[in-house]
């Protein structure tokens, strides 16, 4: 295939690919870390990925060396994780809907208990097992992942996520408020 052909026919595919894209919101916490949503009901899921942009790249206009002597500062000690490493637990985190008190994310193990009790066939446990935010994970810098989480909330409902990490010897949380569950 020629240059010339690839690029009409990728010329042809653009206006689709671009009608189709979700829409995305952005906004920056509190705390400073910014969030990009995508808000799809397609699926009944949470699906939750954590990035950390960082380095000399990063560095304000006029401030060189910042990255780097954070770096510096960070590697005194971590408490058990290295001065670029996040960990996060699921069992630290929770969940609430209004007037409701906080709820424990159900485990992989529990998960596994209820649908064996149900009966669920094996490829639907194997399938959803895989498909399951880690219950523990270490993050450096370059790791990624993604993942479902479930929660006991009626198709539609609303619940509050409170979430916990660790990071440079601290405990650290947020809270992502009014999460919707997909409708119908």
Request: hydrophobic content about 45%.
């Amino acid at each position: 295939m020629s240059v010339k052909r690839f690029l009409a026919g990728l010329a042809l595919c653009l206006p689709f690919a671009a009608h189709a894209a979700l829409a995305i919101q952005h906004w920056q916490t509190p705390q400073g870390a910014r969030v990009l949503f995508v808000e799809n009901h397609a699926l009944p899921m949470l699906d939750i990925a954590v990035g950390f942009p960082a380095g000399s790249a990063r560095d304000p206009a006029g401030k060189p060396g910042l990255a780097t002597l954070t770096h510096r500062l960070l590697d005194q000690g971590a408490g058990g994780l290295s001065d670029t490493e996040i960990a996060h637990r699921l069992a630290d985190w929770r969940y609430a809907t209004a007037g409701a008190a906080e709820r424990p994310i159900r485990s992989k193990l529990e998960w596994a208990a209820l649908w064996d009790r149900m009966n669920v066939p094996e490829p639907a446990r194997i399938a959803f097992d895989w498909a399951q935010f880690p219950a523990a994970q270490t993050f450096a810098p370059g790791d990624w992942n993604q993942g479902m989480t479930a929660y006991d909330v009626p198709r539609g409902g609303r619940f509050d996520l409170h979430f916990v990490w660790g990071a440079g010897g601290r405990t650290l949380s947020g809270t992502l408020a009014g999460v919707q569950c997909a409708g119908e």
